[in-house]
């Protein structure tokens, strides 16, 4: 469904961009992985899948090397297609007790590194006539909860920004939306799990019962693979109309 097409998935070294950016290849998108860590094991596993895959390790909280990724996407691939806006990172900690430095590296890295790669890929997307840019935000674009105030802002700056860029490309070919996942178990969520262990000095799977129960009804970790067949459909022909939407797959979380 996706041949011939290129993916920029940022922060899909790990978890959900990992698993999005295996979902668009198993459609036939190229892809292009972005992150730290390990780099060599995610582009085996999408090399694997028969597409072109190469990988920029761009910092998402500088827009210099935000820039010199989206070169490289033009040199190497012709251009971004489908841009899936998915780096971020998390610091819990009462609003008087907030590092200033966490909440700066929080709103460059889940909230202006969509601004930047959004201006830099949409005149190629528009320029060829086809594009899709999934911003990967959470229930907490939607709904908060204590102790994330950063994230909290940035995920409902970035669904906030989902819809203007929505209407501004409302009758182009470029469809713009979000994602909002409740809790997914990656490295991002375990560190939780971690210190609610710690916390309530219980297990490693009473601690995940419990973060479960606090807040996402079905008792069931959202998974990428989940949140892959989503953005697969996002990208699809029949998606064409789904604008400016922030679409959750939360277990409930959002309906209470
Ligand atoms: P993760 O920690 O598994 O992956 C984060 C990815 O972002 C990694 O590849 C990491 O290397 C990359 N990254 C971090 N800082 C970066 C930077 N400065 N520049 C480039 N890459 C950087 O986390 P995840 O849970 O897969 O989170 C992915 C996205 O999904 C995040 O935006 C997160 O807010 C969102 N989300 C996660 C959950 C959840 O429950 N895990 C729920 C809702 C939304």
Known sequence: MLKGK?????????????GIALALARQGANLILNGFGDVEGPKAEVAALGV??????ADMSKPSDIAAMVAYADAEFG?????????????VAPVQDFPPEKWDAIIAINLS???????????????????RILNIASVHGLVAS?????????????????????????????????ICPGWVLTPLVQKQVDALAEREQVSN?????????????????????ELGALAVFLCS????NVRGQA??????????
């Open 6 to 18: 290129t993916a920029l998935v940022t922060g899909s070294t790990s978890g959900i961009g990992l």
């Open 52 to 57: 072109k895959v190469g990988y920029h390790g």
């Open 79 to 91: 251009g971004i297609d489908i841009l899936v806006n998915n780096a971020g990172i998390q610091h």
């Open 113 to 131: 590194s969509a601004f930047h790669t959004t201006r830099l890929a949409l005149p190629g997307m528009l320029q060829r006539g086809w594009g």
């Open 146 to 178: 204590a102790q994330k105030s950063a994230y909290v802002a940035a995920k409902h700056g970035l669904v906030g920004f989902t819809k203007a860029v929505a209407l501004e490309t409302a009758t182009s070919p470029v469809t713009v939306n979000a």
């Open 205 to 225: 799977d009473e601690a995940k019962r419990r973060l479960l129960a606090e807040k996402q009804p079905s008792l069931q970790f959202t998974t990428p693979d």
């Open 237 to 240: 022909d029949a998606a064409f």
């Open 247 to 256: 679409w959750s797959m939360d277990g409930g979380w959002t309906a209470v």
